[in-house]
């Protein structure tokens, strides 16, 4: 056997086992107590530290090729191994932006050159490449979008009314996931041109801008498409009691969607955008306490099945502006290595959510979403050995300069946390070791969806 782990307890959805693990050639072989185990070339003692399923991360935007100098494969997937996530899914937002199968080839090339943890493309959507969609289907895109209802990045477009109603149409005869950002433009830009009218610069107006309403019609709009065109569909980044009602209402009657929240919208409130101004600007922007407070319910009932980063790294330069006029600085926050610590830290820690909910939102759901499960989000026999060891005894304070990103700054400056990733594994093969990157770029593969598959709900095989 190539690999033993021992002295450990492995997380699971189902509870917390005190046993090891055997992995040969990529696979877990093996789950059983210590004397149990069978002879490997190399043995790891985890002195009880927790092993948990390779972190998923459903959203983010490593923008390359085109805006390298934000972020590339290397510093975004070594920045996820250190996080402790072992599979990311970039929505293609590079220049070119994966709208047709020869720029989606050319971000998987890049990617694989480069990527130390693997990886899945997203599709674009705009007016003017609906006939690509089957073709990028066909390719394995994981899902399409975010399909932006309000303003897009340089290389996409608002997709409007018109064309999300046919596009779902196209992508719901495929049985992929449409999945948007939902917030209503109108709204968004009256109320942003009434606050510049009223020269109001301060970090809040940007808050103020993007009412809580302003989501919720959007998720309600696209719902409506979405059963008019039995698409499958997914809310990119929720942030509103509002918008989770909506969600639960839809579900309870059985439409087939789902939706993710982000770290930064449970665990800041709109205060906070006093003291961290453009640190903390993003879109959908920080939201209240009680939607704070809505957004953990919503995890805790399974509402919200998923906590993803929308992982947006910016220089300083880009953001530096916002101090004095909120307008300037661009929108977006670098989380991919933070997003199961902070978890571990202010969610399991502190009791808001078990250990067996937390494996569920950050690896086991993101990987029935993608039709994955159990050959990811797992820790079964036969899985692949997608591993974070985590320790949750030893402290640590989150420090941009000690963060792999690109990104220059981090709202969770000085915050400490437990649960910092002590050694991940791909495959099999260990990628980060006690603070240090250890596999060569292009470890990484591209992990195609197989619209082949339903999505999986059933139980992996019992430890």
């Given at each position: 056997?190539?690999?033993?782990?021992?002295?450990?307890?492995?997380?699971?959805?189902?509870?917390?086992?005190?046993?090891?693990?055997?992995?040969?050639?990529?696979?877990?072989?093996?789950?059983?107590?210590?004397?149990?185990?069978?002879?490997?070339?190399?043995?790891?003692?985890?002195?009880?530290?927790?092993?948990?399923?390779?972190?998923?991360?459903?959203?983010?935007?490593?923008?390359?090729?085109?805006?390298?100098?934000?972020?590339?494969?290397?510093?975004?997937?070594?920045?996820?191994?250190?996080?402790?996530?072992?599979?990311?899914?970039?929505?293609?937002?590079?220049?070119?932006?994966?709208?047709?199968?020869?720029?989606?080839?050319?971000?998987?090339?890049?990617?694989?050159?480069?990527?130390?943890?693997?990886?899945?493309?997203?599709?674009?959507?705009?007016?003017?490449?609906?006939?690509?969609?089957?073709?990028?289907?066909?390719?394995?895109?994981?899902?399409?979008?975010?399909?932006?209802?309000?303003?897009?990045?340089?290389?996409?477009?608002?997709?409007?009314?018109?064309i999300l109603l046919e596009a779902f149409k196209i992508i719901g005869k495929m049985g992929c996931i449409a999945g948007v950002h939902?917030?209503?433009?109108?709204?968004?830009?009256?109320?942003?041109?009434?606050?510049?009218?009223?020269?109001?610069?301060?970090?809040?107006?940007?808050?103020?801008?993007?009412?809580?309403?302003?989501?919720?019609?959007?998720?309600?709009?696209?719902?409506?498409?979405?059963?008019?065109?039995?698409?499958?569909?997914?809310?990119?980044?929720?942030?509103?009691?509002?918008?989770?009602?909506?969600?639960?209402?839809?579900?309870?009657?059985?439409?087939?969607?789902?939706?993710?929240?982000?770290?930064?919208?449970?665990?800041?409130?709109?205060?906070?955008?006093?003291?961290?101004?453009?640190?903390?600007?993003?879109?959908?922007?920080?939201?209240?306490?009680?939607?704070?407070?809505?957004?953990?319910?919503?995890?805790?009932?399974?509402?919200?099945?998923?906590?993803?980063?929308?992982?947006?790294?910016?220089?300083?330069?880009?953001?530096?502006?916002?101090?004095?006029?909120?307008?300037?600085?661009?929108?977006?926050?670098?989380?991919?290595?933070?997003?199961?610590?902070?978890?571990?830290?202010?969610?399991?820690?502190?009791?808001?959510?078990?250990?067996?909910?937390?494996?569920?939102?950050?690896?086991?759901?993101?990987?029935?979403?993608?039709?994955?499960?159990?050959?990811?989000?797992?820790?079964?026999?036969?899985?692949?050995?997608?591993?974070?060891?985590?320790?949750?005894?030893?402290?640590?304070?989150?420090?941009?300069?000690?963060?792999?990103?690109?990104?220059?700054?981090?709202?969770?400056?000085?915050?400490?946390?437990?649960?910092?990733?002590?050694?991940?594994?791909?495959?099999?093969?260990?990628?980060?070791?006690?603070?240090?990157?250890?596999?060569?770029?292009?470890?990484?593969?591209?992990?195609?969806?197989?619209?082949?598959?339903?999505?999986?709900?059933?139980?992996?095989?019992?430890?």
């Open positions: 056997m190539d690999l033993v782990i021992k002295n450990c307890k492995i997380a699971s959805s189902r509870g917390l086992w005190e046993c090891g693990l055997g992995i040969d050639d990529g696979k877990i072989v093996s789950i059983s107590k210590d004397h149990l185990l069978p002879a490997a070339d190399r043995v790891i003692n985890c002195n009880g530290r927790i092993i948990l399923p390779g972190g998923i991360d459903f959203h983010v935007h490593f923008q390359d090729p085109g805006y390298t100098y934000r972020e590339d494969w290397k510093t975004g997937t070594g920045s996820a191994a250190a996080g402790g996530t072992t599979l990311v899914v970039d929505h293609g937002n590079t220049n070119p932006p994966s709208t047709t199968p020869k720029n989606l080839m050319r971000i998987i090339k890049t990617a694989e050159r480069k990527a130390i943890v693997d990886f899945g493309i997203n599709g674009a959507v705009t007016s003017k490449n609906l006939n690509h969609l089957p073709k990028l289907a066909a390719k394995g895109v994981m899902a399409f979008g975010e399909i932006y209802m309000a303003e897009s990045v340089p290389e996409l477009e608002r997709v409007e009314d018109g939902a917030e209503n433009w109108e709204i968004v830009s009256h109320f942003t041109q009434k606050l510049k009218q009223a020269k109001r610069k301060d970090p809040l107006a940007h808050c103020e801008s993007r009412p809580d309403i302003a989501e919720a019609e959007a998720i309600s709009r696209a719902l409506l498409f979405g059963r008019e065109t039995g698409v499958r569909l997914h809310i990119f980044h929720l942030s509103t009691g509002l918008g989770t009602n909506i969600l639960r209402q839809a579900r309870s009657l059985g439409q087939d969607v789902s939706a993710e929240v982000l770290p930064q919208h449970l665990l800041f409130r709109q205060a906070d955008m006093k003291k961290l101004g453009p640190y903390l600007k993003c879109n959908p922007p920080i939201r209240s306490e009680a939607n704070r407070v809505a957004l953990w319910e919503g995890l805790k009932t399974g509402v919200i099945e998923m906590v993803s980063s929308d992982h947006w790294p910016m220089p300083l330069s880009e953001v530096e502006a916002g101090w004095e006029d909120i307008w300037k600085a661009g929108s977006g926050i670098a989380g991919v290595e933070t997003r199961l610590p902070l978890l571990l830290t202010y969610g399991v820690k502190k009791n808001l959510i078990s250990m067996e909910k937390f494996v569920r939102i950050t690896s086991e759901n993101p990987a029935r979403k993608l039709g994955l499960y159990p050959r990811k989000g797992s820790i079964s026999i036969g899985a692949d050995a997608d591993l974070t060891i985590v320790d949750m005894k030893k402290k640590v304070k989150i420090k941009i300069d000690n963060l792999r990103t690109k990104a220059g700054y981090t709202p969770f400056e000085n915050w400490t946390v437990v649960g910092i990733p002590w050694l991940t594994l791909v495959r099999g093969e260990i990628v980060f070791e006690e603070g240090e990157i250890v596999a060569k770029p292009g470890h990484g593969r591209y992990i195609q969806r197989d619209y082949g598959k339903k999505e999986e709900h059933g139980a992996s095989k019992k430890i």
